[in-house]
């Protein structure tokens, strides 16, 4: 086979930059097969492996213990927030509110990370 058997008519057969093989994509709610593997050895057993992890815990395994705890109490993601911000009128109001935030850090009231959260809401 040379070279230009690679050109020409045959290559307008292969997909074209932009075009994907499949445009509807993989179909909404499809699990891949080790998905689908896992599940089917853990059916009918997440019962038995909840208490043998509980079992665990109390006998001081402190990984299954880390566990247990998880599954119980998830990380809270969010808090509110509660601190005074001056009401917002004009563009002029926002940068008060900014002012407020910052100080709000500095005195202990907010953490670095909520005080940018609430920043972005000013900025929009």
Do not use: W, Y
Request: hydrophobic content about 40%; some cysteine.
């Amino acid at each position: 086979m040379s070279k230009s058997d690679n050109t020409g008519k045959r290559q307008d057969t292969r997909f074209k930059p932009g075009h994907s093989g499949n445009p509807n994509g993989r179909p909404k709610g499809s699990l891949n097969a080790t998905t689908l593997a896992a599940q089917a050895l853990l059916d009918g057993e997440a019962e038995i492996l909840a208490r043998k992890a509980i079992e665990l815990a109390k006998g001081g395994d402190l990984a299954a213990l880390r566990l247990c705890i998880d599954r119980l109490v998830p990380p809270r993601k969010d808090r509110p927030v509660s601190f005074d911000l001056p009401k917002i009128e004009s563009a002029r109001d926002a940068a008060n509110a900014i002012s407020a935030v910052l100080t709000a850090v500095s005195t202990g009231d907010l953490t670095p990370a909520e005080a940018s959260d609430v920043t972005r809401l000013l900025d929009a």
